[in-house]
């Protein structure tokens, strides 16, 4: 099991990513979002932002901007813009859809048409677009995210599924769905730990496959991250929201979690130095 | 290993008469070997055989309970290693820190911030429930006062004793009386006067080893001695080390039986870092994987609230989904012009559904419905949330007279239920929701109330 390193080897240290959106995020509160405000209408000035300043090893380009319930961006033009940050950078990167199984289907296509031959993760294959967007990413090499509601069989079925399409799972990394700190943590919590003895101690191959968790999302929707400083006993903002995140990216990593996305450069520091602190 | 049913009966009188309450013998038997009923209810079984079942059922972590009364803390009970195989019986106890070398100041402002930072959630009441008290430099004097102090202030603290002078901890703990502290700070020099201190105040005390092995040589001594409630410290200070000697510790008493071990352990992240946030990550990583007690240098709401959650989630039984209270909820001070929802009662639905509402600021009526704790669907499919059900409830729950509109929103997954909910509610219009909450925040700043 993770951290376990008296009795097993752990040969990489879980790796965060940071969360690039794709349009300015009008909806985050002030104390994220100042420490990208010169940056936040410029996805690809925002990603060199996190490598350079923030020392990110990873980025997540997340297309919010797509979803057909919210501005319901063109997918050429998202897929263009996204290309463009993806060719700027030179750090992992995974593209993340807006949830929209049709959507992203055709906007991930347009974008892997743009790359060339650099590779991404694309993200989330769910069980209404696998097939299409499996086939893509397979022709192209991209690595996946293969993402199912909360539940151990349901993450099993879809690499099965993804399997048969002939996709080697050595390119798929589990999306197990995340609940924030206080919002159902503890069921990701134990969902994860299964899947984990699952593979380690039943060897069972389906899930031989590293964990993914998109956090800084859920953490950042929760109230207690907006209230301000001072309300309810619940002190400064801005530390408090930092530990949702750092405490919700513990847990994850406990449990499992080998590569984590995440939004704050404090609470990325604070998990790193965790890491660094079980792995010393 | 815990003894089966069967041999259970074996050792019961086999009169059926019922007075443990269940009506036969094998009946009690049975909830006996489930852990659902206290051997003790049988007014005819034997010492002997009580303690027979008393032993073989005790957890593999040993059950240890401080203080007195309503605010009394238990730690230990253990019985598996991993949350899911079964639950995680006793949440990890966060103590706050004062020592005998700090300002009154400090001190005070720590017992003022134990005692006002409480937090109401799904009605549990999540605080700091320890306070620990050091005795930094032997001054038997210095350490009494103290004490005495914290235990005026904080009459609802549990205490911690920290000192490694038997004299000073006996008297401490006479000034305890019947708050039962945890005497810490038993080690191989000053073992035997500890213990004998312990037996005479009747208290718990805590084991410190310099390292596992170590502590093991401790703790059988303890044992040997006739000592039965224990707290247990590795003496490990790094991360690493302490995470380690944590899920050694663990197993060997859950898996090997491993006695010296079997005890509940004490964490100190506060001797760990000096940045209360690196500390609060040490703090939230021992929680999950096997500390007992977590002691911290100080308290501050913005750290102690995210640590709390982690407490309350990851100790929640995993078998019992937390539940919120059927009723009207208010969010964002609705009027009689505001949208009424509904949905079931389980707790994370509660959340992020009350969350995403109270996101988009759209003043709005929840109405939650006792599911048992089940979701939407399953709640509907179980028969839960039936169209009848909900229609008794909304009566009961007085919604007629807070709005002048009738129009219900129903959750998206439950479409199908609106004819028969137009027939049960007459005079009520209802709306599909969306189906996810994701999407309540567009759907809302939407919504106007049906003509
Ligand atoms: S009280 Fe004892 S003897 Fe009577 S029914 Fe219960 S178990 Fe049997």
Same mark, same amino acid.
């Given at each position: 099991?993770?951290?376990?390193?008296?009795?097993?080897?752990?040969?990489?240290?879980?790796?965060?990513?940071?969360?690039?959106?794709?349009?300015?995020?009008?909806?985050?509160?002030?104390?994220?979002?100042?420490?990208?405000?010169?940056?936040?209408?410029?996805?690809?000035?925002?990603?060199?932002?996190?490598?350079?300043?923030?020392?990110?090893?990873?980025?997540?380009?997340?297309?919010?901007?797509?979803?057909?319930?919210?501005?319901?961006?063109?997918?050429?033009?998202?897929?263009? +813009?996204?290309?463009?940050?993806?060719?700027?950078?030179?750090?992992?990167?995974?593209?993340?859809?807006?949830?929209?199984?049709?959507?992203?289907?055709?906007?991930?296509?347009?974008?892997?048409?743009?790359?060339?031959?650099?590779?991404?993760?694309?993200?989330? #294959?769910?069980?209404?677009?696998?097939?299409?967007?499996?086939?893509?990413?397979?022709?192209?090499?991209?690595?996946?995210?293969?993402?199912?509601?909360?539940?151990?069989? #349901?993450?099993?079925?879809?690499?099965?599924?993804?399997?048969?399409?002939?996709?080697?799972?050595?390119?798929?990394?589990?999306?197990?769905?995340?609940?924030?700190?206080?919002?159902?943590?503890?069921?990701?919590?134990?969902?994860?730990?299964?899947?984990?003895?699952?593979? #380690?101690?039943?060897?069972?191959?389906?899930?031989?496959?590293?964990?993914?968790?998109?956090?800084?999302?859920?953490?950042?929707?929760?109230?207690?991250?907006?209230?301000?400083?001072?309300?309810?006993?619940?002190?400064?903002?801005?530390?408090?929201?930092?530990?949702?995140?750092?405490?919700?990216?513990?847990?994850? +990593?406990?449990?499992?979690?080998? #590569?984590?996305? +995440?939004?704050?450069?404090?609470?990325?520091?604070?998990?790193?130095? +965790?890491?660094?602190?079980?792995?010393? | !290993?815990?003894?089966?049913?069967?041999?259970?009966?074996? !050792?019961?009188?086999?009169? *059926?008469?019922?007075?443990?309450?269940?009506?036969?013998?094998?009946?009690?038997? !049975?909830?006996?070997?489930? @852990?659902?009923?206290?051997?003790?209810?049988?007014?005819?079984?034997?010492?002997?055989?009580?303690?027979?079942?008393?032993?073989?059922?005790?957890?593999?972590?040993?059950?240890?309970?401080?203080?007195?009364?309503?605010?009394?803390?238990?730690?230990?009970?253990?019985?598996?290693?991993?949350?899911?195989?079964?639950?995680?019986? *006793?949440?990890? @106890? =966060?103590?706050?820190?004062?020592?005998?070398?700090?300002?009154?100041?400090? &001190?005070?402002?720590?017992?003022?911030?134990?005692?006002?930072?409480?937090?109401?959630?799904?009605? &549990?009441?999540?605080?700091?429930?320890?306070?620990?008290?050091?005795?930094?430099?032997?001054?038997? @004097?210095?350490?009494?006062?103290? /004490?005495?102090?914290?235990?005026?202030?904080?009459?609802?603290?549990?205490?911690?004793? !920290?000192?490694?002078?038997?004299?000073?901890?006996?008297?401490?703990? $006479?000034?305890?009386?019947?708050?039962?502290?945890?005497?810490?700070?038993?080690?191989?020099?000053?073992?035997?006067?500890?213990?004998?201190?312990? $037996?005479?105040?009747?208290?718990?005390?805590? =084991?410190?080893?310099?390292?596992?092995? *170590?502590?093991?040589?401790?703790?059988?001594?303890? &044992?040997?001695?006739?000592?039965?409630?224990?707290?247990?410290?590795?003496?490990?200070?790094?991360?690493?080390?302490?995470?380690?000697?944590?899920? /050694?510790?663990?197993?060997?008493?859950?898996?090997?039986?491993?006695?010296?071990?079997?005890?509940?352990?004490?964490?100190?992240?506060?001797?760990?870092?000096?940045?209360?946030?690196?500390?609060?990550?040490?703090?939230?990583? /021992?929680?999950?994987?096997?500390?007992?007690?977590?002691?911290?240098?100080? =308290?501050?709401?913005?750290?102690?609230?995210?640590?709390?959650?982690?407490?309350? *989630?990851?100790?929640?039984?995993?078998?019992?989904?937390? &539940?919120?209270?059927?009723?009207?909820?208010?969010?964002?001070?609705?009027?009689?012009?505001?949208?009424?929802?509904?949905?079931?009662?389980?707790?994370?639905?509660?959340?992020?559904?009350?969350?995403?509402?109270?996101?988009?600021?759209?003043?709005?009526?929840?109405?939650?419905?006792?599911?048992?704790?089940?979701?939407?669907?399953?709640?509907?499919?179980?028969?839960?949330? @039936?169209?009848?059900?909900?229609?008794?409830?909304?009566?009961?729950?007085?919604?007629?007279?807070?709005?002048?509109?009738?129009?219900?929103?129903?959750?998206?997954?439950?479409?199908?239920?609106?004819?028969?909910?137009?027939?049960?509610?007459?005079?009520?219009?209802?709306?599909?929701?969306?189906?996810?909450?994701?999407?309540?925040?567009?759907?809302?700043?939407?919504?106007?109330?049906?003509?």
């Amino acid at each position: 099991m993770p951290f376990q390193i008296f009795e097993g080897k752990m040969d990489r240290k879980p790796l965060i990513a940071m969360d690039v959106v794709d349009v300015n995020p009008e909806e985050w509160p002030e104390p994220l979002k100042r420490h990208f405000s010169d940056v936040l209408d410029n996805p690809l000035a925002w990603a060199k932002k996190c490598i350079n300043e923030y020392q990110a090893e990873a980025i997540c380009l997340s297309l919010v901007s797509t979803d057909p319930n919210g501005l319901n961006r063109d997918s050429s033009e998202a897929a263009k +813009m996204a290309a463009e940050v993806i060719n700027g950078i030179d750090v992992p990167t995974i593209v993340w859809g807006c949830g929209n199984p049709d959507k992203d289907t055709d906007t991930l296509r347009e974008l892997t048409s743009l790359i060339g031959t650099k590779k991404v993760c694309l993200a989330p #294959l769910e069980d209404a677009n696998y097939r299409s967007l499996g086939a893509t990413a397979m022709a192209f090499q991209h690595p996946m995210v293969a993402a199912s509601p909360i539940d151990v069989n #349901l993450a099993k079925q879809l690499n099965i599924l993804m399997e048969n399409l002939g996709v080697n799972l050595n390119t798929v990394m589990i999306d197990p769905s995340v609940g924030a700190l206080g919002y159902g943590i503890e069921y990701t919590y134990s969902v994860m730990e299964r899947i984990r003895m699952a593979a #380690l101690s039943q060897s069972d191959e389906k899930l031989q496959v590293p964990i993914i968790c998109n956090l800084g999302r859920e953490v950042w929707k929760a109230k207690e991250c907006r209230m301000a400083s001072g309300e309810d006993n619940m002190g400064d903002q801005e530390t408090r929201a930092i530990m949702m995140e750092a405490i919700t990216a513990s847990c994850m +990593m406990i449990a499992g979690g080998e #590569l984590l996305i +995440m939004r704050h450069p404090k609470a990325v520091n604070l998990a790193k130095a +965790m890491v660094d602190g079980l792995m010393a | !290993m815990a003894l089966t049913g069967i041999q259970i009966l074996k !050792m019961l009188p086999k009169k *059926n008469c019922g007075e443990c309450k269940i009506p036969t013998c094998l009946a009690f038997a !049975m909830k006996v070997a489930a @852990g659902q009923s206290e051997i003790d209810e049988c007014p005819y079984v034997s010492d002997e055989a009580k303690e027979t079942i008393g032993e073989a059922s005790a957890p593999p972590i040993r059950t240890v309970k401080l203080g007195a009364g309503d605010s009394s803390f238990t730690s230990g009970g253990e019985t598996c290693l991993y949350r899911h195989e079964k639950r995680f019986e *006793n949440q990890t @106890g =966060l103590a706050v820190r004062v020592t005998t070398a700090m300002a009154a100041s400090d &001190v005070d402002g720590r017992i003022e911030r134990f005692k006002t930072l409480q937090y109401d959630r799904v009605g &549990v009441n999540m605080k700091a429930e320890l306070i620990a008290i050091q005795d930094s430099d032997g001054d038997g @004097g210095k350490f009494s006062a103290l /004490v005495d102090k914290v235990l005026a202030d904080a009459p609802e603290a549990n205490i911690i004793l !920290m000192s490694e002078d038997a004299g000073n901890m006996a008297a401490a703990a $006479k000034a305890c009386g019947d708050r039962k502290p945890l005497m810490f700070g038993a080690t191989e020099a000053n073992l035997d006067d500890m213990v004998a201190a312990a $037996k005479d105040a009747d208290c718990p005390l805590g =084991l410190k080893g310099s390292n596992l092995d *170590n502590l093991v040589g401790i703790s059988e001594k303890a &044992v040997a001695a006739g000592l039965k409630d224990m707290v247990i410290d590795t003496g490990a200070r790094t991360l690493r080390g302490l995470f380690e000697d944590n899920v /050694v510790a663990r197993r060997a008493a859950v898996k090997s039986k491993f006695k010296p071990l079997g005890f509940p352990t004490i964490a100190f992240p506060c001797e760990m870092s000096d940045d209360p946030m690196m500390e609060a990550m040490i703090a939230s990583v /021992v929680m999950a994987k096997y500390a007992g007690i977590v002691v911290l240098d100080d =308290l501050q709401g913005e750290i102690l609230f995210p640590l709390l959650l982690e407490q309350l *989630n990851i100790f929640t039984d995993p078998q019992r989904p937390m &539940v919120v209270e059927e009723d009207i909820y208010t969010i964002n001070g609705p009027d009689e012009n505001s949208p009424v929802l509904i949905t079931c009662n389980f707790s994370l639905t509660y959340f992020i559904v009350s969350g995403e509402i109270e996101g988009c600021n759209v003043p709005s009526w929840l109405l939650i419905k006792d599911t048992e704790g089940l979701s939407v669907l399953t709640a509907w499919a179980a028969g839960k949330f @039936g169209a009848d059900l909900i229609a008794v409830f909304m009566k009961k729950a007085g919604i007629e007279d807070k709005v002048k509109h009738r129009e219900l929103i129903i959750p998206g997954y439950l479409a199908s239920m609106k004819g028969e909910l137009e027939e049960e509610l007459p005079g009520w219009t209802i709306t599909i929701g969306p189906r996810e909450a994701g999407h309540l925040p567009a759907f809302l700043k939407e919504w106007k109330p049906a003509a």
